[in-house]
């Protein structure tokens, strides 16, 4: 997958046909909530990980850099808003990437993560594409909004797909890593089950994986981030912040601000990249104006602009430490 070119023109116009036709975004997930009983529930047919060989990113003449980007949320409880704010917000994030040049051929996949324990739809994932075909598998997510009560829920099952059933030609052609996002407020559970992922996804593992190996083996093909926004049940949550930190180190991302979940993504793609420093990024969202949420990203990815080997300044942003103005490489 991943042919074709985005177009903001293409996207105006298929908000503004839902709009006259009375349709939201998530046509699919309204439209199964509320005709369907619960225990027949499931996935759109273009996002049901069961029975999947393979989601595969891969160069092509239009695109012969691809580079890999998957953008995973949890949409149980309160995290159920993310799906809604990453499609309003998905024209600055492709903007971001490719008109200040962060990358050259973003192939972006969008899928969601439930909790497989109590679930009817624990994974959806869709397919890397280039084109407004990752509008539509946004929009075709389910939002269950279900979860199990406690501070888990099944990431680790998203790790094992995005780590066993994609194949990315920026990593298998040019040993070059992409790009995995995380976005919820709970912790994985510390294995992934043979008996779930059999029912989930279809395969048959003769024994459980630890969460660590399944991280381990994610991270071979795909640099690997979770992201906590402020506003879900567990935002700042110690707990949960240790477990993933422990796990992903420094790319563990709190972020104050839902709305600014797209711009996060793409500046940290862009310094990941050294595209840009965080100062230039910033200044790029300064250059949109309207709601830019500057601040916001900001804070959240000083630490980690500076763990990289850049020392930000925060120019006055909310609880940042002054000091002086401009970057300086370590």
Known sequence: MGSGAWSTDVYAAAASYRKSSGRSAFHYSDSVRHSSPR??????????????????????????TSLAIGVLFDVTGSMGKVPRTLQSKLPDLLGLLIRKGYVDDPQILFGAVGDATCDRVPLQIG??????????????IFIESGGGGQKTESYELALYFMARHTSIDCYDRRGKRGYLFLIGDEMPYRRVKRREVAAVIGDKLAEDIPVEHIVAEAQRSYEVYYILPQGASHAGDTEVLTAWRALLGQNVIELDDLDAVCETIALTIGLAEDAIDLDEGLGHLRETGGDAPVDAVGKALTAY????????VSDGLPGLDDGPKGITRL
């Open 39 to 64: 225990d027949s529930w499931k996935a759109h047919p273009g996002l049901d990980p069961h029975g999947v060989g393979t989601r595969e990113s891969r160069d092509s003449d239009e695109h012969p």
């Open 127 to 140: 397919q890397f594409e280039s084109d407004n075909r990752m509008d539509d598998h946004l929009g075709n």
């Open 305 to 312: 602009a500076r763990d990289r080997g850049a020392v930000v």
